[in-house]
């Protein structure tokens, strides 16, 4: 595909989410001017919870975002294992310190809404990011005499926008997606997660400080602190046949209850304790389909949208941030051959954690024999061998 005057023209970003803010940083730095789309008229406090990684936060740190993030941030010394079916603690898992001494970076929990926040200040801050919201990217056209040019939506009209090249980080039911041949489809794991938060001096000590995970028959539950410590973020998942693309749809308090039904009385207190609940369908997009074609490439969750059971969707959508703009310098002449080399350096990485999300979520909710040989795998665990699991996740960064 060849354009006329292409490099002057500014990398068009769809979408204002985690990956396409921290991408519209790490390309801009390289020299790019960006321009980032997104379908929401504002950015408003959606979302929950999020877990930071070392490997992310040493693409946050590169980014120059860390020290902003820091006051938002919490760093629980431990995650707690339990089994929801007898209410005893199965494993500790060393997070803090142990990890940030391996790893040279944190392992922060912090709220969704207050990183996209700080990215957003960080992309006004500097020259060269133009944000417009309620633009939804549809299309992108091109001939050789004329210019790339991408097709949005603001308020039913349709606008034109040229461009060097499409950036699709519309997240899990990505529009761009639909442009790159031979793409996978959304698709719906059966599993919802229903979550909420709760200002701290509202719930009983037990839930504070560190971070627990809770395993039992076909669900789940995680609890862990955000917002600098004031509220604890709260995520029961289990089965349910409803879905929607939305993460954000009111969730029936009654309704969880009934599923979570015979969970430890501590447990379903918690539950009880919130009138808030909302609830998104868990959806994952394969990571080994087709992420790029000519001048368009996927990040984050348009292009490997994972299951929550690694904790590492926003993660893998930050590190595409720092690889793309890695194979995307700003004298870059073939940007199609550059777009493909980001997605096949990578693939194999993205692959490989989806395929532990994958088996996370059948081993957290195992029953029977296979849930006892579990627990009994994690009593004999220690809190450091734990930890050190995912070094090869944790460890990342960018010129390893
Ligand atoms: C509102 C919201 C709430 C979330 N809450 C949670 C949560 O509580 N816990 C959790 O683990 N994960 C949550 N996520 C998902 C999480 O942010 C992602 O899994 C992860 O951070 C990867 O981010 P991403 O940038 O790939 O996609 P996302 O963070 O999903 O961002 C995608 C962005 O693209 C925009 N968009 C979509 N289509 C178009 C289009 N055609 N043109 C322009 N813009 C478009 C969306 O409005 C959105 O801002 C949430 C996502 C969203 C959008």
Same mark, same amino acid.
């Given at each position: 595909? +060849?354009?006329?005057?292409?490099?002057?023209?500014?990398?068009?970003?769809?979408?204002?989410?985690?990956?396409?803010?921290?991408?519209?940083?790490?390309?801009?730095?390289?020299?790019?001017?960006?321009?980032?789309?997104?379908?929401?008229?504002?950015?408003?406090?959606?979302?929950?919870?999020?877990?930071?990684?070392?490997?992310?936060?040493?693409?946050?740190?590169?980014?120059?975002?860390?020290?902003?993030?820091?006051?938002?941030?919490?760093? /629980?010394?431990?995650?707690?294992?339990?089994?929801?079916?007898?209410?005893?603690?199965?494993?500790?898992?060393?997070?803090?310190?142990?990890?940030?001494?391996?790893?040279?970076?944190?392992?922060?929990?912090?709220?969704?809404?207050?990183?996209?926040?700080?990215?957003?200040?960080?992309?006004? +801050?500097?020259?060269?990011?133009?944000?417009?919201?309620?633009?939804?990217?549809?299309?992108?056209?091109?001939? $050789?005499?004329?210019?790339?040019?991408?097709?949005?939506?603001?308020?039913?009209?349709?606008?034109?926008?040229?461009?060097?090249?499409?950036?699709?980080?519309?997240?899990?039911?990505?529009?761009?997606?639909?442009?790159?041949?031979?793409?996978?489809?959304?698709?719906?794991?059966?599993?919802?997660?229903?979550?909420?938060?709760?200002?701290?001096?509202?719930?009983?000590?037990?839930?504070?400080?560190?971070?627990?995970?809770?395993?039992?028959?076909?669900?789940?539950?995680?609890?862990? /602190?955000?917002?600098?410590?004031?509220?604890?973020?709260?995520?029961?998942?289990?089965?349910?046949?409803?879905?929607?693309?939305?993460?954000?749809? /009111?969730?029936?308090?009654?309704?969880?209850?009934?599923?979570?039904?015979?969970?430890?009385?501590?447990?379903?207190?918690?539950?009880?304790?919130?009138?808030?609940?909302?609830?998104?369908?868990?959806?994952?997009?394969?990571?080994?389909? $087709?992420?790029?074609?000519?001048?368009?490439?996927?990040?984050?969750?348009?292009?490997?949208?994972?299951?929550?059971?690694?904790?590492?969707?926003?993660?893998?959508?930050?590190?595409?941030?720092?690889?793309?703009?890695?194979?995307?310098?700003?004298?870059?002449?073939?940007?199609?051959?550059?777009?493909?080399?980001?997605?096949?350096?990578?693939?194999?990485?993205?692959?490989?954690?989806?395929?532990?999300?994958?088996?996370?979520?059948?081993?957290?909710?195992?029953?029977?024999?296979?849930?006892?040989?579990?627990?009994?795998?994690?009593?004999?665990?220690?809190?450091?061998?734990?930890?050190?699991?995912?070094?090869?996740?944790?460890?990342?960064?960018?010129?390893?």
């Amino acid at each position: 595909m +060849s354009t006329n005057g292409e490099a002057d023209h500014p990398i068009v970003i769809a979408g204002a989410g985690i990956g396409g803010l921290a991408a519209a940083l790490a390309l801009q730095a390289n020299g790019h001017s960006i321009i980032v789309m997104d379908k929401a008229r504002a950015l408003k406090e959606v979302g929950a919870g999020l877990q930071l990684s070392p490997n992310a936060c040493s693409v946050l740190d590169q980014l120059g975002v860390l020290e902003d993030l820091a006051p938002h941030a919490c760093a /629980p010394d431990n995650l707690r294992i339990w089994s929801g079916a007898s209410g005893r603690q199965l494993a500790t898992v060393r997070l803090g310190n142990f990890l940030k001494e391996r790893h040279g970076h944190p392992f922060w929990q912090i709220h969704r809404a207050d990183l996209q926040q700080v990215l957003l200040r960080k992309a006004k +801050s500097v020259e060269g990011i133009e944000l417009r919201l309620g633009c939804e990217i549809v299309d992108l056209t091109s001939s $050789p005499y004329d210019h790339l040019s991408c097709i949005f939506q603001d308020d039913q009209v349709t606008g034109h926008q040229n461009c060097k090249a499409l950036i699709g980080a519309d997240g899990v039911w990505s529009k761009v997606r639909q442009l790159v041949p031979g793409h996978e489809n959304a698709h719906f794991s059966g599993q919802v997660a229903y979550r909420t938060t709760l200002p701290v001096d509202a719930v009983p000590k037990r839930w504070l400080g560190d971070a627990g995970l809770w395993l039992n028959e076909d669900s789940h539950l995680v609890h862990y /602190p955000v917002k600098g410590g004031r509220e604890l973020n709260i995520v029961a998942l289990t089965s349910e046949a409803w879905q929607d693309e939305t993460w954000s749809a /009111p969730a029936d308090k009654e309704a969880l209850l009934h599923q979570f039904a015979n969970w430890p009385t501590d447990v379903r207190n918690l539950l009880r304790s919130s009138d808030h609940w909302l609830k998104w369908a868990l959806c994952s997009v394969k990571a080994t389909a $087709p992420w790029s074609h000519g001048h368009i490439a996927l990040l984050g969750d348009a292009a490997h949208a994972m299951l929550p059971y690694m904790a590492q969707g926003a993660a893998m959508a930050i590190e595409d941030a720092a690889v793309l703009a890695n194979h995307l310098p700003a004298d870059a002449t073939n940007i199609p051959a550059a777009l493909r080399a980001f997605e096949r350096e990578r693939k194999s990485r993205v692959a490989h954690v989806q395929d532990i999300s994958f088996g996370n979520a059948r081993t957290f909710h195992y029953s029977g024999a296979m849930a006892f040989a579990r627990d009994m795998v994690l009593r004999l665990s220690k809190p450091t061998s734990l930890a050190s699991r995912y070094d090869d996740i944790y460890g990342w960064t960018l010129h390893q």
